[in-house]
């Protein structure tokens, strides 16, 4: 088998057991001892007889899929039209509070413009949400702003999904044990640093015309290059790095600006041991766990391959053989793009 293959099947295997053991735990608003951690991931889900149930972030990932491997190419239409069916489907994933009213407005109204229900929410400033980049990683060869549009107004929820697949692609590429740290970082940063002037010149210009675009808000949040760049210090520490400090730096909440960069640490801190150990650490650092540890999931999927998913995980998790099936699909259409660029 390929080993790009492999990668795809892990990207999309790496997502699904993160959020479905995160999910365990989501919403504790503590740091959880490593040993908690890893009791229940390795051990206690030995005893389980019904599968692990995936959430949100996976019902998405897979609409996702749905799409691109039906449509043979990226619609959002056809994106949003998945997201809609899945979410009256099996409105009971535990979806965010509000991105269901979004859904809603789709299917009612139809609009000709399918971000229209997105820039709505939030008194028009948009969700900051992580919910577009939680999903994100079937779309990281393709178009991800396009994408969080659908759900995700809010600059910063649409940066969150941009670098999150960005995240995705470059462990695509690289190959275990080759894991430079810095100059993964050093490239996030440049791409965050052009998102971040991009979102600055297009407020300005919003203040000139009085012309609504995408909302942003540019005084009222933190800079992801700020939180990138904060990476490499907290690395240098080694394994006398406490949780804490990281969570003081990035954040695990809902917001996509805590918890893309939360995951993507995990991934760097500890994907570099093992596949296990991201996940394991993402669901540490508390928060919303399912979320963090999905995205530090995907990561690290993509890097590693899926022969480094515990197969514990793989055989207790919901979804997992629709999760290959989807990642064969989407190498397939992968291959053939290859062929008529
Ligand atoms: O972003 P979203 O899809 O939620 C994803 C999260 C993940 O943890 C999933 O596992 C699931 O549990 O939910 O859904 P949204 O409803 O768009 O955003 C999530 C929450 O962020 C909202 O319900 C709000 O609490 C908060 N939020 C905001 N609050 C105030 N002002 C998002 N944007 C705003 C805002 O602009
Ligand atoms: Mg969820
Ligand atoms: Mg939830
Ligand atoms: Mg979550």
């Known amino acids: 088998m390929s080993r790009m293959l492999h990668k795809f099947r892990g990207t999309l295997v790496g997502a699904l057991v993160g959020d479905c053991l ?19 991931t390795l051990t206690k889900i030995k005893d389980k007889k019904e599968p692990i149930p995936y959430t949100d972030d996976t019902a998405m990932t897979r609409a996702i899929c749905k799409s691109l491997t039906e449509q043979k190419k990226y619609d959002n239409r056809s994106m949003a039209q998945e997201f809609v069916e899945e979410f009256f489907r099996e409105p009971h994933r535990g979806y965010g509070a509000a991105v269901g009213t979004v859904f809603k407005r789709l299917q009612d109204e139809n609009p000709e413009d399918i971000t229209l229900p997105a820039r709505c929410q939030f008194d028009g400033q948009g969700s900051y949400g992580n919910g577009a980049a939680m999903r994100i990683s ?11 549009l659908i759900t995700h107004a809010h600059i910063n929820g649409v940066i969150g999904a941009i670098l999150q697949a960005e995240a995705v692609f470059k462990a695509l590429l690289l190959e275990p044990p080759n894991l430079d740290t810095d ?24 203040e000139d015309s009085g012309h609504s675009g995408i909302p942003s808000h540019p005084n009222k949040t ?9 990476m490499k210090e907290l690395l240098s520490k080694g394994d006398a790095l406490e949780p804490k400090t ?23 801190h500890k994907g570099k041991v093992s596949f296990d150990e991201s996940i394991n650490y993402a669901i ?4 919303d ?19 480094e998913v515990p197969e514990l995980w793989k055989s207790k998790c919901e979804g997992v053989e629709e999760a290959i099936e989807f990642a064969n699909k989407i190498y397939e ?9």
């Not at 259409?333 to 660029?341: A, G, I, M, P, W």
């Open 289 to 307: 766990t399912d979320t963090i540890a999905s995205m530090a999931g995907a990561i690290s999927g993509a890097y590693w391959g899926v022969n």
């Open 222 to 230: 933190v800079s992801y290059v700020k939180k990138i760049k904060e």
């Open 138 to 148: 079937p779309v990281a060869l393709l178009n991800a702003r396009k994408n969080a």
């Open 246 to 268: 990281v969570v003081e730096t990035f954040g695990n909440g809902i917001r996509a600006e805590e918890a893309v960069p939360a995951a993507i640490f995990s991934f760097l």
């Open 183 to 206: 100059k993964f970082i050093d490239q996030l940063i440049e791409v965050a640093e052009k998102l971040e002037k991009d979102k600055e010149a297009s407020s300005e210009k919003k």
């Open 22 to 40: 995160g999910s365990h735990y989501e919403g504790v608003p503590y740091i959880l001892p490593w040993r908690e951690v890893t009791d229940y």
């Open 284 to 287: 540490s650092l508390g928060g």
């Open 333 to 341: 259409l992968h291959e053939q793009r290859k062929e008529t660029d």
